[in-house]
């Protein structure tokens, strides 16, 4: 379960003038609720970066916590990779990188985080925003950890979020969905009616009337749920039912629900897309791309930072630029794009990583 609402606001580090008067005027240009624009970090002491995580117990020790299982082949299973693939990147022992999934209620979430931070690890990883009010409560009684918080957008004293901009993989995939679809009409399933899934589902629009301006893109329906694949196989039926033939989705393990509904109707030239990871195989047949999220780039990166004393919160943004966010065509469906659509989509995928088009968010 991913709960990714991102509302900004900025959380004091020193009782001093200036510190109060900036977070007076955050609040007054910010106020509450999700924007777009990005949050301000915590001032430090005297000007001067004081490095963070610096944990106790001599290992250096990184844990993760998520809300869902990481057999989802998705959300959860990315994080999970990317905790693999910090253990890996930094030698550390199971023992030092532990995890703990399926943290569905408040109470649970909070435990866990307390757990492994009352045990001196240096970073906790949050994934999900859902941790990250819980995280800026305890931060103070934990400094010597940091709490790194995917999908978040605040950023406190000990408290830094990972600002995932899916929005890059998602245009591109509009871009492909309106040029491979014959109806002429495109479909959305997401599980929360969010403003991290809709302005997925916005820059998803953008790329396909970047191409075809007279596409129609149908009204998102969210099943409220992001693991219940019957809610999401019926919510693409109908769908499908409403003329859509190119099915984009952001409902992590449910995704499959959408699959196997596209599966069944094949026969009338319908198409689905993945996110959050490379979910090709999940059906080869009619997936036609991918736009997944490498969380161990954004996982290393931080971790790296934090082992050698030099990181500080911040709310740097990892998109395809940065390298986490991907777009992958189904190889096995590569026939099936003409050759010069592939083009366009190279050509676009780079202009996006060069920083040349800006990907409308939010």
Same mark, same amino acid.
């Given at each position: 379960?991913?709960?990714?609402?991102?509302?900004?606001?900025?959380?004091?580090?020193?009782?001093?003038?200036?510190?109060?008067?900036?977070?007076?005027?955050?609040?007054?240009?910010?106020?509450?609720?999700?924007?777009?624009?990005?949050?301000?970090?915590?001032?430090?002491?005297?000007?001067?970066?004081?490095?963070?995580?610096?944990?106790?117990?001599?290992?250096?020790?990184?844990?993760?916590?998520?809300?869902?299982?990481?057999?989802?082949?998705?959300?959860? $299973?990315? *994080?999970?990779?990317?905790?693999?693939? /910090?253990? @890996?990147? %930094?030698?550390?022992?199971?023992? #030092?990188?532990?995890?703990?999934?399926?943290?569905?209620?408040?109470?649970?979430?909070?435990?866990?985080?307390?757990?492994?931070?009352?045990?001196?690890?240096?970073?906790?990883?949050?994934?999900?925003?859902?941790?990250?009010?819980?995280?800026?409560?305890?931060?103070?009684?934990?400094?010597?950890?940091?709490?790194?918080?995917?999908?978040?957008?605040?950023?406190?004293?000990?408290?830094?979020?990972?600002?995932?901009?899916?929005?890059?993989?998602?245009?591109?995939?509009?871009?492909?969905?309106?040029?491979?679809?014959?109806?002429?009409?495109?479909?959305?399933?997401?599980?929360?009616?969010?403003?991290?899934?809709?302005?997925?589902?916005?820059?998803?629009?953008?790329? $396909?009337? *970047?191409?075809?301006?007279?596409?129609? /893109?149908? @009204?998102? %329906?969210?099943?409220?749920?992001? #693991?219940?694949?019957?809610?999401?196989?019926?919510?693409?039926?109908?769908?499908?039912?409403?003329?859509?033939?190119?099915?984009?989705?952001?409902?992590?393990?449910?995704?499959?629900?959408?699959?196997?509904?596209?599966?069944?109707?094949?026969?009338?030239?319908?198409?689905?897309?993945?996110?959050?990871?490379?979910?090709?195989?999940?059906?080869?047949?009619?997936?036609?791309?991918?736009?997944?999220?490498?969380?161990?780039?954004?996982?290393?990166?931080?971790?790296?930072?934090?082992?050698?004393?030099?990181?500080?919160?911040?709310?740097?943004?990892?998109?395809?630029?940065?390298?986490?966010?991907?777009?992958?065509?189904?190889?096995?469906?590569?026939?099936?794009?003409? $050759?010069?659509?592939?083009?366009?989509?190279?050509?676009?995928? @780079?202009?996006?990583?060069?920083?040349?088009?800006?990907?409308?968010?939010?």
């Amino acid at each position: 379960m991913r709960l990714r609402q991102r509302p900004l606001w900025t959380p004091l580090s020193r009782k001093t003038f200036l510190a109060a008067l900036a977070a007076a005027l955050a609040l007054a240009a910010f106020g509450c609720g999700r924007a777009n624009e990005n949050a301000t970090a915590a001032p430090t002491s005297g000007g001067k970066a004081a490095s963070v995580g610096t944990g106790s117990g001599g290992n250096f020790r990184v844990a993760l916590v998520m809300s869902g299982p990481t057999s989802d082949n998705g959300w959860n $299973a990315g *994080a999970y990779n990317a905790l693999l693939a /910090v253990r @890996k990147e %930094l030698n550390l022992s199971e023992q #030092d990188s532990p995890s703990v999934d399926s943290q569905s209620t408040p109470e649970k979430r909070d435990e866990s985080l307390r757990a492994f931070a009352s045990k001196g690890f240096n970073i906790v990883y949050g994934h999900g925003n859902e941790y990250e009010e819980p995280a800026l409560k305890m931060e103070s009684e934990f400094p010597q950890t940091l709490f790194v918080i995917s999908s978040g957008r605040k950023v406190g004293h000990n408290t830094t979020p990972i600002i995932i901009e899916l929005e890059d993989g998602a245009y591109l995939e509009g871009m492909l969905a309106a040029s491979m679809s014959k109806a002429n009409k495109l479909g959305l399933v997401g599980a929360q009616e969010i403003p991290p899934v809709q302005s997925v589902f916005q820059a998803f629009e953008a790329g $396909a009337k *970047a191409v075809k301006p007279t596409i129609q /893109v149908l @009204k998102p %329906l969210y099943t409220g749920s992001w #693991d219940d694949v019957g809610k999401a196989k019926q919510a693409t039926l109908a769908i499908i039912d409403q003329g859509a033939d190119v099915i984009m989705q952001d409902v992590d393990a449910a995704a499959q629900g959408v699959f196997n509904a596209v599966q069944e109707r094949k026969d009338r030239g319908v198409w689905a897309l993945g996110t959050n990871s490379d979910q090709n195989k999940a059906a080869p047949d009619v997936i036609l791309a991918s736009a997944p999220i490498y969380y161990d780039k954004a996982f290393i990166s931080i971790a790296k930072e934090v082992k050698a004393g030099t990181f500080q919160p911040n709310n740097r943004p990892f998109g395809m630029k940065e390298g986490v966010v991907g777009f992958v065509l189904n190889p096995a469906l590569a026939d099936k794009i003409p $050759a010069d659509l592939k083009a366009r989509l190279e050509e676009t995928q @780079k202009k996006i990583t060069e920083g040349l088009l800006a990907v409308p968010k939010g």
